[in-house]
């Protein structure tokens, strides 16, 4: 199918989709939601693909729920079906892809937008970014997943202060509070996030998986269930081709050359 509110194009297995809505700061609405729900699911199906990066078009990575579109429905908004019908298969399908995922954030991330780059596994962010929790502005509440990432990755009085005073956070203040993996000048980030990318296509496609999914599972589990985990998954990753092909590649002094299985 033929997108209109987003642009997919592909690169040496690495899948890289554009939220296209310059003109409103790629303001999530109905159709981008529909869109990046179709695309992930024909990601996920798609064994050759080895990483996904998620960026936006022209100055914005995205300014959050479209308050146009919503504002203009005639009848009362249900948000919390809403966020389950929209919002949610979105950042579950980010976070449950098997491949990286890395958010390349050009500039503004708001609201929603600032969750879905959350979702994202990696972020690589342009110096000109700046992050904006955005909801309570308007008097809503985080919502896409960011009351649960956002303690994660920058401590609970952190993430308290940046929703409750809604200051606007610098790519170096993200960067210095782990919010940002590392930063790039503008004109620099496409070459980063690809470098990036380029370093994860080379890695063996299954140690990545279970290493995703292992970390994510350890969020909620306690450590001996975690060491459990590790066990049930090196059991996995030990038995795959691509572990032999490592070990030789070691002992033969060579760069290994991984195959996914
Ligand atoms: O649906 C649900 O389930 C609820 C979920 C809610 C989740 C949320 O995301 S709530 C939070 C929504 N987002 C916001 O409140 C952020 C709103 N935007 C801003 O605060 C600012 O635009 C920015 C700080 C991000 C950037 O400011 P600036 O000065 O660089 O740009 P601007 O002039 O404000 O925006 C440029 C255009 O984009 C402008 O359009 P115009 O006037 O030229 O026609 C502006 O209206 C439009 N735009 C920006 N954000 C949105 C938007 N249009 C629709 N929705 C937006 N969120």
Redesign the pocket.
Same mark, same amino acid.
């Given at each position: 199918m033929a997108y209109q509110a987003i642009m997919v194009s592909e690169d040496d297995n690495i899948r890289t989709i554009t939220l296209n809505r310059p003109?409103?700061?790629n *303001?999530?609405?109905e159709r981008i939601t529909s869109e990046l729900r179709e695309e992930l699911e024909a990601i996920s199906r798609n064994r050759a693909l080895r990483c996904l990066v998620l960026t936006g078009a022209g100055?914005?990575f995205s300014?959050?729920?479209?308050?146009?579109?919503?504002s203009a429905r005639q009848e009362p908004?249900d948000?919390t079906r809403?966020?389950h019908r929209?919002?949610h298969p979105i950042v579950t399908g980010l976070r449950s892809l098997e491949i990286p995922v890395i958010a390349s954030i050009n500039?503004?991330a708001?609201?929603?937008?600032?969750?879905l780059a959350l979702a994202c596994d990696l972020r690589i962010a342009s110096t000109r970014a700046?992050f904006?929790s955005?909801?309570g502005?308007?008097g809503?509440v985080p919502? *896409?997943g960011m009351t649960w990432l956002l303690p994660r990755l920058v401590g609970l009085a952190k993430a308290l202060e940046i929703t409750w005073l809604g200051d606007?956070i610098s790519a170096h203040d993200a960067l210095a509070l782990g919010l940002v993996n590392r930063l790039a000048e503008p004109d620099q980030l496409a070459a980063v996030t690809r470098e990036t990318a380029a370093r994860l296509t080379r890695a063996a496609p299954r140690s990545l998986a279970l290493s995703k999914q292992a970390m994510y599972a350890s969020l909620a589990n306690g450590f001996e269930a975690q060491l459990e985990y590790e066990a049930r998954s090196q059991g996995i990753a030990g038995r795959t081709k691509d572990y032999a092909r490592g070990v030789r590649s070691f002992m033969n002094k060579q760069p290994p050359e991984f195959i996914g299985e």
């Amino acid at each position: 199918m033929a997108y209109q509110a987003i642009m997919v194009s592909e690169d040496d297995n690495i899948r890289t989709i554009t939220l296209n809505r310059p003109d409103n700061l790629n *303001a999530i609405n109905e159709r981008i939601t529909s869109e990046l729900r179709e695309e992930l699911e024909a990601i996920s199906r798609n064994r050759a693909l080895r990483c996904l990066v998620l960026t936006g078009a022209g100055r914005a990575f995205s300014a959050g729920q479209d308050l146009k579109e919503i504002s203009a429905r005639q009848e009362p908004v249900d948000y919390t079906r809403e966020l389950h019908r929209r919002y949610h298969p979105i950042v579950t399908g980010l976070r449950s892809l098997e491949i990286p995922v890395i958010a390349s954030i050009n500039g503004a991330a708001a609201g929603a937008g600032w969750s879905l780059a959350l979702a994202c596994d990696l972020r690589i962010a342009s110096t000109r970014a700046t992050f904006l929790s955005a909801f309570g502005k308007i008097g809503l509440v985080p919502d *896409a997943g960011m009351t649960w990432l956002l303690p994660r990755l920058v401590g609970l009085a952190k993430a308290l202060e940046i929703t409750w005073l809604g200051d606007p956070i610098s790519a170096h203040d993200a960067l210095a509070l782990g919010l940002v993996n590392r930063l790039a000048e503008p004109d620099q980030l496409a070459a980063v996030t690809r470098e990036t990318a380029a370093r994860l296509t080379r890695a063996a496609p299954r140690s990545l998986a279970l290493s995703k999914q292992a970390m994510y599972a350890s969020l909620a589990n306690g450590f001996e269930a975690q060491l459990e985990y590790e066990a049930r998954s090196q059991g996995i990753a030990g038995r795959t081709k691509d572990y032999a092909r490592g070990v030789r590649s070691f002992m033969n002094k060579q760069p290994p050359e991984f195959i996914g299985e």
